[in-house]
């Protein structure tokens, strides 16, 4: 009996003498197995026109980029071949993207204008950051601002429905008479809009689905209307009121 109490000792002794040589050796690979599995949170603060990252250089493995919109306008974040939805002002998201090698990999806002405004880089992963360096950042078109309008204002009053979407404006007519005329307002598009009559009044910056009215008194001219939201005007959102006698 005794005997073989010792020699059940000794076999266990042997297996985890065993296992434990095993640790020891395990392959090279093993431990960058692990590194690539790795997941890093990386917060991304975007505004007009910059991103701010928490990090610029991350190991190999996943990371969650949190894209916060800190601007006054909507942006998106894209990286890895992939994007956020488009963000607006105070609006957050998740991205998750894997990175299984080292280098340099290039993130930019994908909405019109914004990119060459400022908005792109390069993301470090295994790697030093890139160094920053500074660019001359794309100016948004914009149009002259006329004086305001002078002359005798008649005794009209008249409605406009203005709808506003990416990118233009669906006004109900766009000739009036002079007078007090009264635009009714809504973004039915995505992306933030304002309807500004130049000269005479600069309108809301208003998020899709909000509404917004106002009413001013036109003589007899023609307004121009636009969006003053950066690169809006480039893709179609202006157009001319004509007010009649």
């Known amino acids: 009996m005794q005997f073989k109490r010792v020699a059940g000792v000794t076999g266990l002794a042997t297996l985890v003498l065993a296992g434990a040589l095993a640790g020891v050796f395990l392959p090279a690979g093993a431990a960058s197995t692990n590194a690539a599995d790795a997941t890093t949170r990386v917060t991304v603060k975007a505004s007009e026109f910059k991103y701010v990252f928490s990090k610029r250089s991350v190991p190999t493995g996943t990371v969650i980029f949190t894209v916060l919109n800190k601007g006054k306008i909507s942006h998106d974040f894209k990286i890895g071949g992939k994007k956020t939805k488009t963000l607006l002002p105070g609006g957050a998201a998740k991205l998750t993207v894997k990175f299984t090698k080292k280098g340099q990999y290039a993130f930019l806002c994908t909405i019109f204008g914004h990119a ?130």
């Not at 003053?228 to 004509?242: A, E, Q």
């Open 116 to 245: 060459k405004a400022g908005m792109k880089g390069k993301f470090a992963v295994a790697t030093k950051p890139v160094t920053t360096t500074t660019t001359k950042t794309t100016t948004p078109t914009t149009t002259t601002t006329p004086p305001p309008p002078t002359g005798p204002i008649g005794n009209g009053n008249t409605t406009v429905q203005v709808g506003m979407f990416e990118y233009g404006y669906n006004l109900s007519q766009q000739s009036v008479p002079s007078g007090q005329v009264t635009f009714v307002i809504r973004n039915n598009g995505s992306e933030i809009h304002n309807f500004t009559v130049q000269g005479v009044k600069v309108g809301t910056l208003l998020s899709p689905g909000q509404t917004e009215t106002y009413t001013v008194g036109l003589p007899a001219q023609r307004f121009s209307y636009v969006c003053d939201v950066p690169f809006h005007i480039d893709r179609g959102m202006l157009g001319t009121l004509t007010v009649n006698p």
